[in-house]
């Protein structure tokens, strides 16, 4: 049974930083790209970004380039997500996802979310003003 486990949610300022981290169990984790994603209060889920099965190759949105950091320990079955001055549009429900194809050379991740074979249950980011 895969299981995606999505830590280090809370609430903090505006300007703060958070790392989230994500543990994945009975899949073999290195043959899987790694994503994150962020559902709003009342929107659809949307892409946040992807990290290759090797860790070579990311993908961001528009929102998190310069910001946020992804990242994966293969040898811990785990990916990272470093955010750094959040902001209160961050706020949302963040999800681990799995996904048994590959990244690498994506031209667009808009309808990533299609592609992905295994999410999390997610973990509550709130960014206060």
């Known amino acids: 049974q895969v299981q995606l486990v999505e830590s280090g949610g809370g609430l903090v300022q505006a300007g703060d930083s958070l790392r989230l981290a994500c543990v994945a169990s009975g899949l073999t984790f290195s043959s899987f790209s790694m994503g994150w994603f962020r559902q709003a209060p009342g929107q659809e889920r949307a892409f946040v970004a992807a990290v290759s099965k090797n860790g070579a190759s990311t993908h961001y949105a528009d929102s998190a380039k310069g910001r946020f950091t992804i990242s994966r320990d293969n040898a811990k079955n785990t990916v990272y997500l470093q955010m750094n001055s959040l902001n209160p549009e961050d706020t949302g429900v963040y999800y681990c996802?799995?996904?048994?194809?590959?990244?690498?050379?994506?031209?667009?991740?808009?309808?990533?979310?299609?592609?992905?074979?295994?999410w999390g249950q997610g973990t509550q980011v709130t960014v206060s003003s």
């Open positions: 996802a799995a996904d048994s194809g590959d990244v690498v050379g994506r031209q667009s991740m808009g309808d990533y979310s299609d592609y992905i074979d295994f």
